[in-house]
DNA sequence: TTTAAATATACCTTTACAGGAATATTCCCT
DNA sequence: AGGGAATATTCCTGTAAAGGTATATTTAAA
């Protein structure tokens, strides 16, 4: 695997990045929900509750279904276990601290010398 | 505990949710880089390169000791064990969705019926 | 003390995106 | 068929933020 690509769902993360549209995933937790529950609840406007619905459903954090006129939606399990598959890769930087800065300093020094 | 603030760090989580942030996070994984390091890695300008890292600086990403002319970035391990345990959180979400819906469902049926 | 390197900052421009308001769409009910 | 409710979409506007470029700042070295 090259250093060059990230291992975590951007889209995802990046929806996430906002305050609206966390809250929302967190009101979420408690069950699905309508789009004008979510509007109530939040004191969103509906359109915009809407438009934050369909970032969240077009990243994958979220998924629809239809009832009549209603849209429920609710959480999907998977960015979430992306998302932590992807902050438990951090534990063996923590551990691997020492070593690094200590081969850092090396190889600073040795450019020095250049 | 109210379920209005969410319990994860959103200024770390929207510094993250820039890619050439999120590129200099994956890279400083394998250790502490100066800035000049890090542009050059990243095909990045100098400039933007601090700018970056003084968002991920003010948000805690990352920390920065002063080496004379060099400033060296690491990564601090909180917001990313902050972000595990909020991760984590959403386990329970999971297992309880289908009590969650049952009662969701009941609940509509008894506000058509007023 | 001048010079060069490394980094930060300031200023400008451009673009992405969030909110507001109106309207389109879809569905149920009578 | 017609009306109203729930939702999506469109258009407009303002703003935050990212990149580009120049410049200030700090430090080592000659």
Known sequence: MSGGNP????????????PNRMQIVELLREGPLTVGEIADRLGLRQPQ??????VL???????????????????????????????????????????????YLRELQSKDNQ
């Open 7 to 18: 291992g975590i769902d951007m889209a995802a993360l990046s929806a996430l990045a906002e």
């Open 49 to 54: 509750a809407s438009k934050h619905l369909k």
């Open 57 to 103: 459903s077009d990243s994958g954090v979220v998924e629809v279904t239809a009832d009549a006129n209603r849209r429920i939606y609710k959480l999907r399990s998977e960015p979430f276990l992306t998302f932590q598959s992807w902050v438990k890769s951090f534990r063996h930087v923590w551990e691997e601290r020492f070593d690094n800065l200590d081969n």
